[in-house]
């Protein structure tokens, strides 16, 4: 399956839409449980999202999936990557946090941290995979510029971007075709927008007016497609990106179970083109939610 669970909500609260916070462990370890029943074999996390690790290390370990999984995760960005030892400890921290002897993947949490390969970062993630500690290599990315610089280094074989009905920058470049050519996996995040794309108008907080009228066009297409938001959102990156991997995240149970009966059972007629034309022309201060107000 090429749906990811995304763990940055298991280990505190995040997203504009996040209505729960930070769920209980036993919410937590249901939204494991069920992503795995559903076929999702891969997970997404990071040292940056909170105690996220040691929760999914724990819920593993509890399953009996360990041996199973595919995680990749993301050293905390401060660390020093030039510095063999102090990456090299941050990574079998989160082996140990995870409980797992090797990592799918381990993915640079910013895309600057491409600069410092020629400093010695290359050999450092090199000698990772040659020790058997890491499967892939992988960086999360903001700019198609700095995505298509990553996707030509050899020892990248993963990059994370974020797309989604209003973003489809890195598309337009041609990024996912030389992709695919390369071999090198894509993993989509922000499907929804960190929320965005699935809130009312009445819920938008004070500060996210601007994006009223994106809002507005969401609305409309669903009303064309006889289509939920989720549902929208979901069947747009599915149909657009049909061999990326897509990474979603999950506050409960039931959104998750229904991303999963999204991407199981839900096959409309083509939406693509309709909503590329829709959202074709956007201000950049809607699609980057960097530069969304506090």
């Not at 410092?116 to 050999?123: A, E, I, Q, S, V």
């Not at 409960?252 to 074709?280: C, G």
């Amino acid at each position: 399956m090429r749906l990811v669970l995304g763990t940055a909500q298991l280990g505190m609260n995040y997203g504009i839409a996040n209505q729960t916070g930070k769920p209980e462990l036993a919410t937590a370890r249901n939204i494991v449980r069920t992503a795995w029943e559903g076929g999702i074999r891969c997970f997404d996390t990071a040292q940056g999202y909170g105690d996220s690790e040691r929760i999914l290390g724990d819920i593993f370990s509890d399953l009996g999936i360990s041996k199973e999984v595919r995680v990749i995760t993301k050293p905390a960005p401060h660390i020093d990557h030039t510095n063999r030892d102090n990456l090299e400890k941050a990574l079998k921290k989160s082996l140990k946090s995870l409980k797992l002897e090797r990592l799918y993947g381990l993915m640079l949490h910013r895309e600057t941290s491409l600069a410092l390969f020629d400093d010695g970062l290359y050999d450092i993630l090199r000698h990772f995979v040659e020790q058997g500690l890491v499967e892939h290599i992988g960086v999360s990315l903001y700019s198609p510029a700095k995505a298509w610089a990553a996707i030509e280094k050899d020892i990248i074989s993963i990059v994370q971007v974020p797309a989604n009905m209003c973003d489809q920058r890195f598309y337009k470049t041609g990024l996912f075709a030389r992709a695919e050519a390369k071999k090198t996996e894509i993993y989509i995040r922000s499907v929804f927008l960190q929320g965005l794309l699935l809130m009312s108008k009445e819920s938008l907080p004070e500060h996210m007016k601007f994006a009223v009228n994106v809002i507005d066009k969401v609305e409309q297409l669903c009303q064309a497609f006889n289509l939920t938001k989720q549902e929208l959102s979901m069947c747009y990156i599915m149909q657009k990106y049909p061999r990326a991997f897509i990474v979603v995240g999950a506050e409960t149970q039931e959104q998750l179970k229904n991303n999963i009966d999204i991407w199981k059972h839900s096959k409309p007629a083509s939406i693509t083109a309709e909503v590329d034309r829709i959202f074709a022309d956007l201000d950049e201060r809607i699609i980057n939610p960097t530069l969304w107000p506090n």
